[in-house]
């Protein structure tokens, strides 16, 4: 059974930090590149930064570069995200996976409950 669980969400003020774990099972995602994409209401599920299988290499989008860090341990299974900086604008249910073509071709379309990140002042 596959299982993403997301977590380290929370409510935090402008320029505070976050780091944000999502554990992985059930799959072998070891395999496939990993992101944290995340969705504010209303809004298109957005890709956020991006981790290759080996953890070697490394993609942000333009609005969190050089804020965000992902990094990935395929020991415990776990993709994470450093969030520094934070602005009202992150403010977002986010949610860790495979490459959007892999989840809709070999996860049926499974996503993990997410983790709210709420920024306000």
């Known amino acids: 059974q596959v299982q993403l669980v997301e977590s380290g969400g929370g409510l935090v003020q402008p320029w505070e930090s976050l780091t944000l774990s999502c554990v992985y099972s059930g799959f072998d995602f070891s395999r496939y590149a990993m992101s944290w994409y995340r969705q504010s209401q209303g809004q298109a599920l957005e890709l956020v930064a991006s981790?290759?299988?080996?953890?070697?290499?490394?993609g942000y989008a333009d609005s969190v570069n050089g804020r965000f860090t992902i990094s990935r341990d395929k020991d415990t299974r776990t993709v994470s995200l450093q969030m520094n900086n934070l602005k009202p604008e992150d403010t977002a249910t986010y949610f860790c996976?495979?490459?959007?073509?892999?989840?809709?071709?070999?996860?049926?379309?499974?996503w993990g409950q997410g983790t709210q990140v709420t920024v306000s002042s």
């Open positions: 981790v290759t299988s080996t953890g070697t290499n490394t």
């Open positions: 996976n495979a490459p959007e073509s892999i989840v809709r071709l070999e996860l049926r379309n499974y």
